[in-house]
C-alpha cells in the first residue's frame, strides 16, 4: 500500500459542531491512524461546507456578513477536533480562494462539454434541504419529511447537470464493484434511487441566492451546493481542470470517503456523475455510517438534546479525549445507528480502558518491578497460546480495517486483553514468585508485556496518548507497521523505567457523570 486518502463530510456551519459531526470525524481519524500505521502516505481531509441560503439568512439576521458568521463557525469545528485530537492533514473551506476559483473551472468545463445546461424550471425548494424535492417524496401533506415544512414554489432558469446521462454507467459500477459502498447492505437503496434519476439544478439565481460561487461567464447565477461541496474533495489536494498538483495526481482517487447514511444518494450518485464528467477516476469505497442518537433519542434542536463533544469533555473532566473516542468509534458495528449516553460512555471505558486494559498494564509491570527490578536478565520464553492469539488478532484487526469495521475491530482487541487477563489469573504469576518458581514467574511476566506492546499499537487508532503511554511505560517502539508487528518484544536486556509506571487511565467517578447528566 503506498498511499491512502480519506474525507469526510464538511459540515454546514450554521450551528455548532454537535456529537454526529464528531462521530464521523473520530471515525475517519481512527482509519487515517490505522493506515500511517501500515503505510507512509496517508491524507486525511475534513472541513465545513460554508455556502447556501441558511447562512445567508443567519448572518442578515445577525447583522453580519455570511463571511463573518462562517469564519465564526468553522473555528469552532477547528477547536472541537482539536480537543478530540482529530489528526486531519487539512481543512478545506468551501469559502477558500482556490476552492471558490476551481469550483468555477470545473462548472465551466462541464459547461463546454455540454453536461451542464441552462433550463427554465418550477420546483419545489426546501430551505431546510437546501435542495429541490420531488412531489412524491413529501409527506401526505405536502410537507418535507426531514424538516416538516411545506417547500416553497420556486420559478427560475436556472443550470442542470445531465446526471441522468450517467446514469447506466453508475449502475454499472455499483453492480461490478459490490464492495463500492460500505456497509453493501445500502447498496440496493441506491440502485432504487437510481431508478428515478433525473437532471439536478446546479444553479440558483442569484436574485433569490446570493451567498454562493460565481457562475464564471454569467453574473446572475451561483453554483449551488453540490458541484460546490462535493469538489472539495478533489480542489482541496490540487485538482485543477488546467493541470492539477503532484499531490493530487498521487492521492486521487480516495481510498475512503467517510459520510452519513442521509447523504448517500448525493456521493454514490452526483458524486460519481461529476466525476465520469470531469474524467476522473471513481473513490475506492464510500462508507456510509450510521446515525447517532442521544439516549435512544433523535438529537434535535427543539428536543434540546444537541451535545457538543466538547461537553463531553468538560463534564467529565478528560485530560484526554481517548476515552471519548474509544467510546465513539465502537459506538456502532459498521453502517448502523449507534447511541451515546453519559451512563453507558462511563460504563463502558472504565470496564474496557480502566479495569481490562490499564489495570493488566500497571499490575503486570509492577511485578516485573517487584519481582525482577524491572529488568530482562535472561530469555524467558513466551507462551504459545497467548502469543499466537495476539498475531491473530493483528490479521484480524486489519481486515476488520479493510472492511470499515471499526467497532468489529475494536472488539478484537478487548478480547485480547480479556485473554491477557485470563492468563495472568489463572497463571497467578505472584504465587509462583512466592514459591520461588522465577522463570515461569517472569515467562507468565513477559507473555503478558509482550502482548501488551501489540495492545498499545492496535488501539493507538482509537486512544493515542494512552497507546503512547502505554509504550513509554513498556519501552516499546510503538512506531513499528502493524504488518511488521511481531510477538517477542520483551527481549533480554529490556529495561523498564520502575518510575515511570503510572495507570494509563483513571476510571470515570460517578459524581462526575452525575454532574455532566444534570447539565
Ligand atoms: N454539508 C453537507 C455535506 C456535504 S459533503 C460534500 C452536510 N452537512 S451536515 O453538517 O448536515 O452533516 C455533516 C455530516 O455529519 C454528514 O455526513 C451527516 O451524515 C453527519 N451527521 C449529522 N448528524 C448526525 C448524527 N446525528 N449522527 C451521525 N452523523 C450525523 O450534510
Not at 476559483?101 to 462539454?113: D, M
Not at 450517467?166 to 453492480?175: E, N, R, T
Request: hydrophobic share 35%; aromatic share 10%.
Amino acid at each position: 500500500m503506498d498511499k491512502f486518502y480519506t474525507t469526510t463530510a464538511i459540515d454546514y456551519v450554521n450551528g455548532a459542531p454537535h456529537i454526529g459531526h464528531a462521530y464521523e470525524k473520530i471515525l475517519t481519524d481512527v482509519i487515517f491512524r490505522h493506515y500511517t500505521q501500515r503505510c507512509d502516505n496517508a491524507f486525511f481531509l475534513t472541513g465545513t461546507d460554508e455556502h447556501g441560503i441558511k447562512i445567508q439568512k443567519t448572518a442578515a439576521e445577525r447583522g453580519i456578513t455570511p463571511k463573518e458568521l462562517c469564519d465564526q463557525n468553522a473555528q469552532q469545528f477547528k477547536d472541537a477536533w482539536k480537543a478530540l485530537d482529530v489528526n486531519y492533514n487539512h481543512f478545506v473551506r468551501t469559502t477558500d480562494d482556490y476552492h471558490e476559483k476551481v469550483v468555477q473551472k470545473i462548472f465551466k468545463k462541464l459547461v463546454e462539454k455540454g453536461d451542464i445546461y441552462k433550463h427554465s424550471y418550477t420546483g419545489l425548494y426546501c430551505s431546510g434541504c437546501e435542495a429541490f424535492l420531488n412531489e412524491k417524496d413529501l409527506t401526505e401533506d405536502g410537507l418535507c419529511p426531514d424538516h416538516l415544512k411545506k417547500p416553497e414554489v420556486v420559478s427560475e432558469e436556472n443550470y442542470f447537470f445531465k446526471l441522468s446521462k450517467y446514469k447506466d454507467a453508475i449502475i454499472k459500477h455499483i453492480k461490478q464493484n459490490p464492495d463500492f459502498i460500505v456497509p453493501t447492505f445500502r447498496a440496493n437503496e441506491v440502485l432504487n434511487q437510481l431508478e428515478n434519476i433525473e437532471d439536478i439544478s446546479v444553479s440558483r439565481a442569484k436574485s433569490n441566492v446570493s451567498w454562493g460561487i460565481d457562475v464564471l461567464d454569467d453574473k446572475e447565477q451561483v453554483i449551488y451546493v453540490w458541484i460546490d461541496a462535493l469538489s472539495n474533495y478533489i480542489t482541496a489536494i490540487g485538482y485543477d481542470p488546467d493541470g492539477s498538483s503532484e499531490q493530487f495526481n498521487k492521492l486521487w482517487p480516495a481510498d475512503v470517503q467517510v459520510i452519513g447514511k442521509d447523504i448517500l444518494k448525493f456521493h454514490s450518485i452526483y458524486w460519481l456523475a461529476i466525476l465520469m464528467a470531469l474524467d476522473l477516476p471513481l473513490p475506492k469505497h464510500i462508507l456510509a455510517h450510521g446515525w447517532i442518537t442521544i439516549d435512544e433519542t433523535k438529537m434535535s434542536k427543539s428536543l434540546g438534546n444537541v451535545i457538543s463533544p466538547t461537553t463531553v469533555i468538560e463534564n467529565f473532566e478528560l485530560p484526554i479525549p481517548d476515552a471519548f473516542r474509544y467510546y465513539m468509534a465502537s459506538a456502532a458495528p459498521c453502517g448502523k445507528d449507534g447511541n451515546y449516553s453519559d451512563e453507558d460512555f462511563k460504563e463502558k471505558v472504565n470496564a474496557h480502558l480502566a479495569n481490562s486494559m490499564g489495570n493488566l498494564l500497571n499490575r503486570t509491570l509492577s511485578m516485573l518491578v517487584k519481582y525482577f527490578d524491572g529488568d530482562i536478565k535472561q530469555e524467558f520464553k513466551v507462551e504459545t497460546e497467548l502469543s499466537k492469539q495476539a498475531e491473530q488478532t493483528v490479521k484480524d484487526v486489519m481486515h476488520h480495517f479493510d472492511y470499515y469495521e471499526i467497532q468489529e475491530a475494536a472488539q478484537k482487541i478487548m478480547q485480547l486483553v480479556d485473554s491477557a487477563n485470563k492468563y495472568i489469573t489463572d497463571s497467578e504469576p505472584w504465587a509462583l514468585a512466592k514459591n520461588g518458581e522465577m522463570d515461569k514467574c517472569g515467562q507468565v511476566l513477559t507473555t503478558v508485556l509482550d502482548v501488551m506492546c501489540i495492545v498499545s499499537s492496535l488501539i493507538y487508532p482509537y486512544c493515542p496518548n494512552i497507546a503512547k503511554d502505554m509504550a513509554n511505560q513498556l519501552s516499546y517502539d510503538i512506531g513499528t507497521k502493524l504488518q511488521d508487528l511481531k510477538t517477542d518484544n520483551i527481549k533480554v536486556g529490556h529495561l523498564i523505567d520502575k518510575a515511570n509506571i503510572h495507570p494509563v487511565f483513571l476510571r470515570l467517578d460517578s459524581e462526575l457523570a452525575d454532574k455532566s447528566q444534570k447539565k
